[in-house]
């Protein structure tokens, strides 16, 4: 299975298409969920080179500087990390099943449990959106949406960060 953290096309609080930033505590945290969970790769999608860059300083920090020397766990989370500039890249080098995730109701959404049953049977990419999440017109270019994860209120937006760490144990989790 495969992570992707989708920083365009994404949303902001009025709906409107927008690019979102890479964050440092992104990275750090989505690493260490992949390699507590097994994850393959996780892709950090981002169209504009000085973001990557940004990144890459944050990746190479980890993999080749001090930070590897002082935390090699979190090293190895961080040999998980590929930046690339959109989906098409992503689509290219695992060749996987691409799920796209939403916190909103999505007609032909397919369960986890679905989700889990593909999983078994082929190579799975999980796409999550930054910001107010993925645009909806991008949803055109992926192979399945899952249902949005639902608590108890009204309130549905949590943190990427957390719905990743949700979503993963739901489908690979004890």
């Given at each position: 299975?495969?992570?992707?953290?989708?920083?365009?096309?994404?949303?902001?609080?009025?709906?409107?298409?927008?690019?979102?930033?890479?964050?440092?505590?992104?990275?750090?945290?989505?690493?260490?969920?992949?390699?507590?969970?097994?994850?393959?790769?996780?892709?950090?999608?981002?169209?504009?080179?000085?973001?990557?860059?940004?990144?890459?300083?944050?990746?190479?920090?980890?993999?080749?500087?001090?930070?590897?020397?002082?935390?090699?766990?979190?090293?190895?989370?961080?040999?998980?990390?590929?930046?690339?500039?959109?989906?098409?890249?992503?689509?290219?080098?695992?060749?996987?099943?691409?799920?796209?995730?939403?916190?909103?109701?999505?007609?032909?959404?397919?369960s986890f449990n679905e989700v889990k049953n593909i999983a078994h049977k082929q190579d799975v990419c999980l796409l999550f959106g930054t910001?107010?999440?993925?645009?909806?017109?991008?949803?055109?270019?992926?192979?399945?949406?899952?249902?949005?994860?639902?608590?108890?209120?009204?309130?549905?937006?949590?943190?990427?960060?957390?719905?990743?760490?949700?979503?993963?144990?739901?489908?690979?989790?004890?």
């Amino acid at each position: 299975m495969h992570l992707a953290l989708v920083h365009w096309p994404c949303l902001d609080k009025n709906g409107q298409e927008i690019t979102t930033a890479i964050t440092n505590l992104d990275l750090h945290d989505l690493a260490r969920v992949g390699l507590t969970y097994g994850i393959d790769t996780l892709y950090i999608v981002h169209p504009y080179q000085s973001q990557l860059d940004f990144a890459k300083k944050i990746v190479d920090h980890w993999l080749k500087g001090f930070g590897g020397v002082y935390n090699p766990v979190r090293k190895r989370a961080f040999e998980l990390i590929r930046l690339v500039r959109d989906l098409d890249e992503v689509r290219e080098n695992t060749g996987a099943f691409m799920i796209g995730t939403t916190a909103r109701e999505y007609e032909n959404a397919i369960s986890f449990n679905e989700v889990k049953n593909i999983a078994h049977k082929q190579d799975v990419c999980l796409l999550f959106g930054t910001g107010w999440g993925l645009a909806p017109r991008i949803f055109a270019q992926f192979d399945a949406v899952t249902e949005p994860i639902t608590g108890v209120a009204e309130y549905n937006h949590i943190s990427v960060r957390s719905a990743v760490a949700i979503i993963i144990d739901r489908l690979i989790g004890r």
